[in-house]
């Protein structure tokens, strides 16, 4: 009985108070049906679904990812109303994706009170169904190829398989993942899978990220060794980012290509008289201007490959291959170029770049890149009592390195590889800047108001202080 009194004085009280009791809400009933996609090469991709609700969302989401990354893309899909508690939902993602390149997706409705209702996920893949692809499987590279004979395909095959256990045993890295590897058979087919923003000299390219490969061969290239060269040389790269991967620093470019270069066709005759020849002529890329992206002039992206290949048979014959090894999967741990060189030549990158230009008899080539901007006219309004000196111009003396790009190409019919059209930016210089005429200020005429505010300032913030510990 007291407790019934109790209830009901606390049901006046609240109701005194202006308190009435709230009916619970009624649960949220909703469901997604299994979303659908629509993903050709050189359509958008759509994705479709389907909500059935008894209240509507404020928005709907779609959610992907590549199924070799955590990191999400969100848009906020077109929501029609369909009838019976039932919401349609649709999203587009414009641009480019090469072949083969796999989402997986949902959908996500978010209510007006903040409730939110999760889809089932689906993949998609992008497929390229301009050509009637045919396929054979090895024990871990997948051939497709539409034109060219079963004995072409045979030995397309076994060149992946070789390729791909001859640099895993040399990076000491275990492959277990699947490659697919598309063979094109003419070159405007080969640029439209790749995409617009593909380098013309461009006759091969590795997308670690998809696990993929794509490569130009022509019908008069079938037999050629340039097969050869092509297959292994990309396969080198996956395997090369295998070893590599981590979150944070990517190794520079020249050490991956150079890497592909040595396994694939040796430091050979036309590579070694192009870096002996720009040595001679001073006309040397140092390292340090190939870490990311390389040149895009023929001459100069022929002569970065030279150099890549060049400076890997040096390594190897002044520190070993197990040194090299070694180099290269200490990037795994995603450390720095010079944390990676000190370990394995006991100098940094530097030294390596100085003592590899030396071991050409070359000189040490200038630094290029953005040179200071001139100084500018004087205001003749401006004091001359206060007016810096002019600082001369200086050529830049330090050059920074781009981070290198996941993925990488190799050029048709040519045992010069060339590069991918990865987005990345040129090598830039750095140099001491002019500095700009300082401007006169106007001073007040009573130096001393500026110490009487802040003084009372602190007072009156002091007087604040007090007055709350007291309440408090």
């Known amino acids: 009985m007291r407790r019934v009194r109790l209830v009901a004085a606390a049901l006046i009280v609240l109701g005194g108070l202006g308190i009435t009791a709230v009916t619970p809400a009624r649960a949220l009933e909703a469901s997604f049906e299994q979303p659908t996609a629509t993903a050709r090469l050189g359509e958008a991709i759509t994705f479709r679904t389907v909500l059935r609700s008894d209240q509507q969302p404020a928005r709907i989401e779609l959610i992907t990812r590549l199924p070799s990354d955590e990191g999400t893309s969100i848009q906020v899909a077109s929501l029609m109303p369909a009838g019976n508690c039932a919401y349609e939902a649709s999203a587009v993602a414009e641009g480019h994706v090469t072949p083969n390149t796999t989402f997986l997706y949902r959908f996500r409705a978010i209510f007006p009170d903040g409730t939110i209702e999760l889809g089932p996920e689906e993949r998609a893949t992008v497929v390229d169904d301009r050509f009637a692809w045919r396929t054979r499987a090895g024990s871990l590279v997948r051939l497709h190829w539409y034109e060219g004979d079963d004995a072409f395909a045979d030995r397309a095959l076994a060149i992946g398989e070789e ?80 070893a590599i991967d981590n979150p944070y620093h990517s190794p520079p470019r020249w050490l991956n290509e150079g890497l592909a270069v040595y396994l694939s066709d040796g430091y050979g005759p036309g590579d070694r008289v192009a870096v002996e020849s720009a040595a001679r002529t001073g006309d040397l890329i140092p390292l340090v201007g190939l870490g990311g992206l ?54 940094d990158l530097a030294a390596f770049d100085g003592a590899w230009i030396a071991s050409l008899d070359a000189p040490v080539p200038e630094p290029l890149g953005p040179q200071p901007a001139p100084s500018g006219v004087i205001p003749p309004d401006w004091a001359d009592s206060e007016r810096p000196e002019a600082v001369p111009s200086e050529e830049a003396t330090s050059v920074a390195t781009p981070p290198a790009a996941a993925a990488s190409s190799i050029a048709p019919g040519s045992p010069l590889p060339m590069t991918m059209a990865t987005p990345g930016a040129s090598p830039v210089a750095s140099g001491p800047a002019t500095s700009p005429p300082a401007v006169a200020s106007s001073t007040s005429d009573e130096p001393g108001m500026s110490v009487i505010v802040i003084g009372m300032m602190v007072v009156i913030i002091a007087v604040i202080g007090v007055v709350l510990l007291r309440r408090s």
Do not use: C
């Not at 390729?163 to 405007?188: H, K, M, N, W």
């Not at 290949?309 to 720095?336: C, H, K, M, P």
């Open 294 to 347: 390389f040149p895009t002039t023929r001459d100069r992206f022929t002569l970065a490959y030279a150099e890549s290949v060049s400076a890997v048979s040096f390594f190897i014959d002044t520190f070993g291959q197990d040194e090299l090894v070694a180099l290269i999967r200490g990037y795994a741990e995603g450390i720095t170029d010079d944390e990676a060189f000190s370990r394995s030549t006991g100098a």
């Open 163 to 242: 390729a791909l256990a001859r640099a895993s045993d040399l990076l000491g890295v275990a492959e277990t993942e699947p490659v697919d590897f598309f063979i094109y058979a003419a070159e405007d087919a080969f640029r439209a899978a790749l995409g617009p923003g593909t380098r013309e000299n461009v006759g091969g390219q590795a997308n670690a990220s998809i696990r993929t490969l794509f490569g130009l061969i022509e019908p008069a290239d079938i037999s050629s060794a340039w097969v050869d060269v092509l297959i292994t040389h990309e396969l080198t790269h996956l395997v090369f980012d295998t």
